[in-house]
T-cell receptor, first 111, second 113 residues
């Protein structure tokens, strides 16, 4: 089946730097994408979403970019903080109600 | 706090046994989703219920079943448990059935000995 994957399994950044987490998706029919953050011992937490009629969406310290031409999604975190350390998943809706998750990227923030 | 409550947090049992995991969705949400998260496979969608009816099915084994009750809480039943069923089981909820954010509980960690 179609799947959503991630380029980098682990990303280590210095506190205060910007982080960029990438995601490639394979289903060209996907039109809604979500980024989740999962901290140890917790469930995935919604961060930001974007629909395919947009190529950029901003939240608080986070920006999601969507490039439909190359089927690529990225999450940018500004001024990364220790509390941002977690596993980040991209997910997309396909086949109606099914949310498909990528494999996850671990973000480690060095103080 | 997502507003989604899952119990129990941890469950330890033996092969061949049966367990029931419980989920209370966010207030007002009609859809409940179940996911399995294991180390080698990430988050896998199992099944969705909407207002008491099964809505979508993913990679759910025949040994597994779920239901959603009139008060909208849901239960996931796992039977004839095998070692490979050890995983985190997450419940998520959303308001409807369309493309919208799903909000997750903190999961039940199931360990099969």
């Amino acid at each position: 089946g179609e799947s959503v994957g991630l380029h980098l399994p682990t990303l280590s950044v210095q506190e205060g730097d910007n982080s960029i987490i990438n995601c490639a998706y394979s289903n060209s029919a996907s039109d809604y994408f979500i980024w989740y953050k999962q901290e140890s011992g917790k469930g995935p937490q919604f961060i930001i979403d974007i629909r395919s009629n947009m190529d950029k969406r901003q939240g608080q310290r986070v920006t999601v970019l969507l490039n439909k031409t190359v089927k690529h999604l990225s999450l940018q975190i500004a001024a990364t903080q220790p509390g941002d350390s977690a596993v980040y998943f991209c997910a997309d809706y396909n086949a109606g109600n099914m949310l498909t998750f990528g494999g996850g990227t671990r973000l480690m923030v060095k103080p | 706090d997502s507003g989604v409550t899952q119990t129990p947090k941890h469950l330890i049992t033996a092969t061949g046994q049966r367990v029931t995991l419980r989920c209370s969705p966010r207030s007002g949400d009609l859809s409940v989703y179940w996911y399995q998260q294991s180390l080698d496979q990430g988050l896998q969608f199992l099944i969705q219920y909407y207002n008491g009816e099964e809505r979508a099915k993913g990679n759910i084994l025949e040994r597994f079943s779920a239901q959603q009750f009139p008060d909208l809480h849901s239960e996931l039943n796992l039977s004839s448990l095998e070692l490979g069923d050890s995983a985190l089981y997450f419940c998520a909820s959303s308001g409807g059935t369309g493309e919208q954010p799903q909000h997750f509980g903190d999961g039940t960690r199931l360990s099969i000995l």
